[in-house]
C-alpha cells in the first residue's frame, strides 16, 4: 500500500508538471494581432508571448520584439476557475484572458474583473498564432467575448 501511494503521489507530480510544460508549449510564440499595437520602431502586427513562472508566480510576458522590455501579467487562478479560462491581469489595468488553442483577448477595462459586468473598454485587441482568425474575427466579437467573461 505504500509503494502505491508513493507511485501516485509521483504520477500526480509528473502529470502536473508535464502539464504546465505543454501549457507553456501551446503558448510560447509569435502572435498576429487585430490591430496593430505600438513597437520600438513604429507600429506592429506582431507579438512575441511567452509563458513562464518565477518563485511559484505563472507569469505570461507579451513583447513587441525579442529585445523589448516585455509586458508582464500574473495568472489570475481564482478567476481562471471561475471563468473556466486562463486569466492574466497586470497593475495597469490590462487583462487577457485566452480565447481559444492559439489566440488571446486583451482588454484595459475601468472596474476589476467581478466587480460589475463590463460594457465599454479602453483598450481591446485580439492576438492569434492564425493569420485567418485575426482576419475573420471582429472588434464586436473580442469586445462581446469579454464582456460575456464579465457577467460569469
Not at 489570475?76 to 483577448?105: C, H, I, M, W
Not at 476589476?112 to 479602453?122: Q, V
Not at 492564425?130 to 467573461?149: C, G, M, P
Amino acid at each position: 500500500m505504500k509503494h502505491i501511494s508513493t507511485l501516485l503521489i509521483l504520477f500526480i507530480v509528473n502529470v502536473t508538471f508535464a502539464q504546465q510544460n505543454i501549457l507553456a508549449e501551446t503558448i510560447d510564440g509569435t502572435y498576429y494581432l487585430f490591430k496593430e499595437e505600438r513597437g520600438v520602431s513604429g507600429p506592429t502586427k506582431t507579438k512575441l508571448i511567452q509563458f513562464g513562472e518565477n518563485n511559484g508566480t505563472k507569469l505570461l510576458a507579451i513583447a513587441a520584439c525579442k529585445k523589448c522590455m516585455p509586458v508582464v501579467y500574473t495568472y489570475q487562478e481564482e478567476d481562471t476557475k471561475r471563468l473556466g479560462v486562463p486569466v492574466f491581469f497586470n497593475s495597469a489595468g490590462l487583462y487577457v484572458f485566452k480565447y481559444d488553442v492559439d489566440s488571446f483577448v486583451t482588454v484595459m477595462v475601468t472596474s476589476k474583473l467581478g466587480d460589475k459586468p463590463w460594457s465599454n473598454f479602453r483598450f481591446s485587441n485580439f492576438y492569434s498564432k492564425s493569420k485567418n482568425k485575426v482576419a475573420t474575427i471582429t472588434k464586436k466579437e473580442i469586445e462581446d467575448y469579454a464582456i460575456k467573461l464579465s457577467k460569469k
